[in-house]
């Protein structure tokens, strides 16, 4: 049980700084650092978690499609395939796929039109223009560590305190090659990365860090949640008065709680995802939260499979 524990340390640690040195990590959670590289490098060897880099091109789509019979995990397949998807889930509920896409203006008629019809199995999809971004898992906290190791690692971490977008990204293109190669893995040594890309070791970090504090660049863990002792994945659809949205917009991005919050356009005024212990504790979960008062009606479903995860495909 103790070893367990200090894994999910660790883990909530690498999603904080996914390039956190093993000592650092070792430091903020009060282990012993050969036991944190010995068990870090294990999580990563075996796949449980993987370290990921990756920008958000556009504001993009949440798309909810139901299949036909039998055709729910092809069509997670298909739509987890495409570039432009951050994070596919197969789902109980109304829909028997929801994702996230980010699509830039110019390239919404041909996705829409073109792209999502021809997504083998899909029977029925509604895609639900995303206006502004809440919560992301970055983010995130789990609840392992504590609100002191948290803090220790955030400060050590160059990170921006907003999530840049579209246009606000403008790489060029030593900056795209880094992103390249650390989409791969994002804890490739700097002079991996400075062979990579052609210039020194000290560039690429400087370079690197540069994009980490503007935001444009994001280094995270991809886990799946059960590793952090969550074995229930919600994704809430909600529907809020027009004069409550604001109310709830603040309430939404207090909540650490929260893995994912966006504000939409359509029939729901938002779509969010949270992590609980075991689907029986939905419910308290819902009472402790305060946005929860500004809710008019909502939907729920239970996500049964992950086919695409912080842009990353399951295996």
Known sequence: MAENHTNQKILEALHIDGRASW?????????????????????????????????????????????????????????????????V????????????????????????????????????????????????ARIWRPGVLTSAQREGLIESCPQAPELKLGFEIDLDDEDATI????????????????????????TVKRRLDRLRREGKLQIRAAIAPCHLGLRTEIVMWLRVRDSDIEHATQALVGDDTIKYAVRIAGNWTFVLKFDVVDRHFVDAFLRSREWTKYVDSSSMSVVVATTKRNNTRST
């Open 23 to 87: 000592q650092r990590i070792a430091e903020a959670i009060g282990e012993n650092e050969r036991t944190v590289a010995r068990r870090g490098n294990a999580l990563i060897s075996e796949g449980i978690v993987k370290i990921v880099a990756f920008n958000v091109p556009a504001h993009g789509f949440v798309l909810a499609i139901n299949s036909g019979p039998g055709q729910a995990r092809m069509t997670s397949m298909a739509l987890g395939k495409l570039d432009s998807t951050m994070w």
């Open 89 to 136: 889930h197969l789902t109980t509920g109304t829909s028997d796929v929801i994702g996230a896409v980010a699509v830039s203006v110019n390239e919404q008629e041909e996705f829409l039109l073109d792209e999502i019809p021809a997504i083998p199995g899909a029977s029925q999809w509604q895609a639900f223009p995303v206006l502004c971004y809440l919560r992301t």
């Open 179 to 202: 992103l390249k190669a650390l989409k791969e893995d994002g804890r490739k040594s700097y002079d991996e990365l400075a062979r990579q890309v052609g210039t020194s070791v000290a």
